[in-house]
């Protein structure tokens, strides 16, 4: 076995390749800059307590230094909290080139390609058992949150459901100018990334505030506000250590 190990490795370095490593991707869910716990403040200061939410997350790729991506085939429904927990939830693993890389990009959503096929055909994670699926709007649910809330002495259920072609959120975290952002070795080691919950309720449609004693807050399946959850997605995604400024999200429209 060490032979091997050996001329494998002496093939990598004479023909100028690089050995295969385990990449794995993981998701923090963050309330600001400490750990989610399952509640959420809006931004017009309501507390909604996280009851489900399931987020798509694919065309994963790695940044080379040359600025080319290397994908990362696979598609993956996340759940999370219940027994996946909020830190370290496991996104997508795959073998990769071992070295650096400048960044990471994902898409939140599924694929066009994808998104319009007859669900009642397809097995997990797409399919219709998984609860994602618009029968009314051809296309799936690209991030279902719901939750409950006190607003004025009564409790609302909160729906916050994106979805939609125009609404896949292409993430680019990383520094494009600065090799080496992202290391990956030969033993392997998880690339982290945060996604703060806050972020998603930090601002309503316009000048509004994200207020739930508004029905169009609570309710949100598309239009200006379900465009709103879009644009406050696209801020909330960051590399698990890195400075804020290290983070950058692109929306995509594909």
Excluded: C
């Excluded at 600065?178 to 309503?204: E, S």
């Amino acid at each position: 076995m060490r032979t091997l190990i050996r001329l494998t490795a002496l093939t990598a370095a004479l023909t100028g390749t690089s050995l295969a490593a385990p990449f794995a991707l993981n998701l923090n869910v963050m309330n600001g800059d400490q750990p989610f716990t399952g509640q959420v403040t809006t931004q017009a200061g309501q507390v909604i307590d996280t009851t489900l939410w399931q987020v798509y997350i694919s065309n994963v790729a790695l940044v080379k230094d040359d600025g080319t991506e290397l994908p990362v085939p696979g598609l993956t429904l996340l759940k999370l909290g219940g027994s996946a927990g909020w830190q370290n939830v496991p996104v997508l693993k795959g073998d990769v080139p071992a070295g650096t890389y400048r960044g990471v990009r994902f898409d939140v959503g599924v694929p066009r390609a994808l998104n319009h096929l007859d669900a009642s055909t397809q097995q997990a994670p797409l399919g219709l058992d998984v609860g994602m699926f618009w029968a009314w709007n051809p296309g799936y649910i690209f991030s279902r949150f719901e939750g409950r809330a006190q607003v004025g002495g009564q409790t609302r259920d909160v729906a916050l459901h994106v979805g939609a072609d125009t609404r896949r959120l292409t993430v680019s975290l990383g520094d494009v100018m600065k090799p080496g952002t992202i290391q990956v070795k030969d033993g392997g080691a998880p690339v982290t990334v945060n996604l703060n919950a806050a972020r998603m309720v930090a601002a309503g449609v316009g000048t509004e505030k994200f207020d739930l004693s508004a029905a169009k807050y609570t309710q949100v399946h598309g239009g200006p506000v379900a465009d709103q959850l879009y644009l406050n997605l696209g801020t909330a995604f960051s590399l698990a250590g890195a400075a804020p400024a290290a983070g950058m999200s692109m929306p995509g429209h594909k």
